[in-house]
């Protein structure tokens, strides 16, 4: 194995923030992305961390990312939302996908926690059938739903 998987540090923002636009731009919404390198240091690195974060990390250089936070499910109590797993174009194949998915299923068991759950995009062929032959349940019947800031405000106003 060429690379080393390890918790995120400081250091490693600018390389996130770069795997996190170019997962955008693999999911066809390279102008979604709006948070900066100022925001991933706040939110993950100050005195209430709002995510957790392993790297992949090959020769110095952060390859994959794998970035979760807590939540709590009304159904089973403690669970993981897993973000964004993410290995850089030319180092997928490698097992770091595999190693950082891993590493967290890990955290999640050691710290007790009930579920781990994320989204897929359903053309995302090879990481559905990555997931399905890990034992994961893919929920083809639910949909995600999201209100962005934008709606948000509107809805806040109109009511």
Same mark, same amino acid.
């Given at each position: 194995? /060429?690379?080393i *998987? &390890?918790e995120?540090?400081e250091?490693?923002?600018q $390389?996130v923030l770069?795997l996190?636009t ?7 919404e390279?102008? $979604?992305v709006?948070i900066? =390198?100022e925001? !991933?240091? &706040?939110?993950?690195? #100050?005195d209430?961390?709002k995510?957790?974060?392993f790297?992949a990390?090959?020769?110095?250089v952060? *390859?994959? %990312? $794998?970035?979760?936070?807590? &939540?709590? #499910?009304t159904?089973?109590?403690k669970? %993981?939302?897993?973000e964004d797993l993410?290995v850089?174009e030319s180092?997928r ?5 595999k190693?950082? +998915? /891993?590493? =967290?299923?890990?955290?999640? +068991?050691?710290n007790?926690f009930? &579920?781990v759950a994320?989204? =897929?995009?359903d053309?995302? %062929?090879?990481?559905v059938n990555f997931y399905?032959s890990?034992?994961?349940?893919y929920?083809?019947?639910? /949909?995600v =739903?999201q209100?962005d800031?934008?709606? !948000?405000?509107? +809805? *806040?106003?109109n009511?």
């Amino acid at each position: 194995m /060429s690379f080393i *998987i &390890r918790e995120g540090q400081e250091k490693d923002v600018q $390389a996130v923030l770069d795997l996190i636009t170019e997962l955008a731009v693999f999911e066809k919404e390279p102008e $979604a992305v709006e948070i900066t =390198v100022e925001d !991933l240091l &706040r939110d993950g690195f #100050s005195d209430a961390p709002k995510f957790k974060l392993f790297v992949a990390e090959e020769h110095n250089v952060v *390859i994959g %990312i $794998a970035l979760f936070y807590e &939540r709590y #499910s009304t159904w089973k109590g403690k669970a %993981i939302h897993l973000e964004d797993l993410m290995v850089t174009e030319s180092k997928r194949k490698i097992g770091a996908g595999k190693a950082l +998915y /891993s590493a =967290v299923l890990k955290y999640a +068991y050691e710290n007790n926690f009930n &579920r781990v759950a994320w989204e =897929v995009i359903d053309w995302n %062929i090879n990481a559905v059938n990555f997931y399905k032959s890990t034992g994961a349940t893919y929920l083809n019947d639910w /949909s995600v =739903v999201q209100m962005d800031k934008e709606n !948000l405000e509107k +809805y *806040i106003q109109n009511n």
